[in-house]
């Protein structure tokens, strides 16, 4: 009796163990637990990022700080808004600057060049919304909403979003914008490109005068991303992927 238990129990061990490892390497080391999907990304790489943070003026000796799926790191921007940084994380990352009482939000979906500019705060507005969240939740909920992560780890998802934030801003406001890709556009504070047009913005009346997005450009694309959700992702959805 007792070797027939042991013949039974070991194949059984075996075969959760499999079916264990195999779920965990498809989440990419994760654990997949909950509603909201792979909880916990794998091992950490080294991840650079650099970008200006401006509003037509720059952010100068502002505080940088960059929170990721895991790790964080943070940085002082440079006396025309530049920042770099460099530490252990996985993506995705959301990015805060403050300077002076003002504060704008940013993402990174990969290393390299992410700036933080009006533009890239209506971004955010808008992402909020198509995953039917605020944006202050969206940030609040960040670290540990794997959802909200999910979908700002796609690509897709974020250069639709930037697409999206151009042609509102585009048609509601009358301006012909010299930079679509905003985002990742290196660029210097005084010249021609993603400052000129937050120049025109700020003209047009999209940026207020304190340099952050102006409410009617919030509702603006608020209503815009919330009329082009984002599918939500589940566990369920997450193993059945698997």
């Known amino acids: 009796m007792t070797l027939r238990i042991a013949r039974f129990v070991r194949p059984t061990l075996q075969a959760l163990c499999a079916a264990s490892l195999a779920t965990l390497a498809a989440c990419g080391g994760s654990v997949c637990i909950g509603f909201n999907g792979c909880v916990g990304s794998g091992p950490t790489s080294n991840l650079a990022l650099a970008g200006t943070a401006a509003t037509g003026k720059a952010l100068a000796s502002a505080n940088v700080n960059v929170t990721c799926a895991q790790g964080a790191g943070a940085a002082l921007s440079d006396g ?21 009482g003002m504060t704008l939000h940013s993402l990174a979906f990969a290393g390299g060049t992410f700036n933080t500019t009006p533009e890239t705060e209506l971004m955010i507005v808008y992402l909020a919304a198509q995953l039917g969240t605020s944006e202050a939740n969206l940030i609040a ?14 690509q897709s998802n974020v250069l639709a979003a930037q697409s999206a934030v151009v042609a509102n801003l585009q048609q509601h406001y009358a301006v012909t914008l010299a930079v679509p890709a905003f985002l990742t556009t290196p660029f210097t504070v005084g010249q021609p490109g ?4 937050l120049d025109a913005l700020a003209k047009a009346g999209a940026i207020d005068t304190n340099g ?8 603006l694309m608020t209503q815009a ?7 939500k992702t589940s566990a ?3 193993v059945s992927a698997m």
């Open 236 to 238: 369920s959805a997450a």
């Open 194 to 197: 993603v400052d000129s047009d």
């Open 80 to 100: 025309g808004g530049r920042y770099s940084l460099a530490f252990g994380a996985t993506l995705p990352c959301m990015m805060t600057v403050t300077a002076g």
């Open 212 to 219: 952050m997005p102006d409410p009617a450009a919030v509702s």
């Open 141 to 154: 909920s960040f670290a540990t909403n794997a959802q909200f992560q999910q979908a700002l780890s796609n």
């Open 225 to 231: 991303g919330l009329a082009q959700p984002l599918a």
